[in-house]
Each structure stands twice: as structure tokens, then as C-alpha cells.
């Protein structure tokens, strides 16, 4: 069971790394907002096993420690997306000084 868990865990970090280094760099940052937001089913499942009252108290750490990180994962997700999507927003200014610095190029 170790073994074959091992061998997953392995391959599933190289096709990570064949996909990755697949994409352009202009879709890096929201290629990995958009994982940390789905790293909730994480959150989700450290929820749902701790709900069903898991034993032992380093189990119980764990959680809470996945569960900790998994927020902190899902919060950024959604912080940097919301960050990188403000960057496409127009500013309420800027349309009114491109028109004027047309104006000054004729």
C-alpha cells in the first residue's frame, strides 16, 4: 500500500511538472490562483473527516493543520485572482488622459 501510494505521488508530481512547464508564463499566475482556490476540496475533506471524529490526537493536529493550511491556500486563490483581474480593470481617470494625450499628438 506504502509502495503504491509512493508511486503515485511520484508520477502525479511529474505530470504536474510536464503540465506546468507546458503553459506560457502569462497564464502561470491565474493557472495557480485558480489551483489554490480548488485546493478547497482539501479543506473540504479535512472537514468532513474531522466531522466524522477522527481518532487519536495527532490525527486531530493534522487537521487542524490541513485545514489551517488549506484556508490560507483557498484565501490567497482568491486574493491573487482578484488582485490580477483589478489589473485588467479600466481606471476611471485614464480614459479621459488618453483622449487628451491624443489630442496632443495631433
Same mark, same amino acid.
Given at each position: +500500500? =506504502?509502495? !503504491?501510494? /509512493? &508511486?503515485? =505521488?511520484? /508520477?502525479?508530481?511529474?505530470?504536474?511538472?510536464?503540465?506546468?512547464?507546458?503553459? $506560457?508564463?502569462? %497564464?502561470?499566475? $491565474?493557472?495557480?490562483?485558480?489551483?489554490?482556490?480548488?485546493?478547497?476540496?482539501? %479543506? @473540504?475533506?479535512? @472537514?468532513?473527516? %474531522?466531522? !466524522?471524529?477522527? *481518532?487519536?490526537? =495527532?490525527?486531530?493536529? %493534522? =487537521?487542524?493543520? &490541513?485545514?489551517?493550511?488549506?484556508?490560507?491556500?483557498?484565501?490567497?486563490?482568491? @486574493?491573487?485572482?482578484?488582485?490580477? @483581474?483589478? +489589473?485588467?480593470? *479600466?481606471? $476611471?481617470? &485614464?480614459?479621459? !488622459? !488618453?483622449?487628451?494625450?491624443?489630442? *496632443?499628438?495631433?
Amino acid at each position: +500500500m =506504502l509502495v !503504491q501510494s /509512493l &508511486a503515485i =505521488l511520484v /508520477l502525479a508530481g511529474f505530470v504536474g511538472f510536464v503540465v506546468i512547464s507546458k503553459v $506560457p508564463n502569462t %497564464l502561470h499566475t $491565474p493557472l495557480m490562483s485558480g489551483t489554490n482556490a480548488i485546493h478547497g476540496i482539501v %479543506l @473540504l475533506g479535512a @472537514l468532513i473527516v %474531522l466531522g !466524522q471524529g477522527a *481518532e487519536g490526537v =495527532l490525527n486531530k493536529v %493534522l =487537521l487542524v493543520i &490541513a485545514i489551517t493550511f488549506g484556508t490560507i491556500n483557498v484565501v490567497g486563490g482568491f @486574493l491573487v485572482t482578484d488582485r490580477m @483581474l483589478g +489589473m485588467f480593470k *479600466e481606471k $476611471p481617470g &485614464a480614459k479621459a !488622459q !488618453q483622449g487628451t494625450s491624443n489630442g *496632443e499628438r495631433r
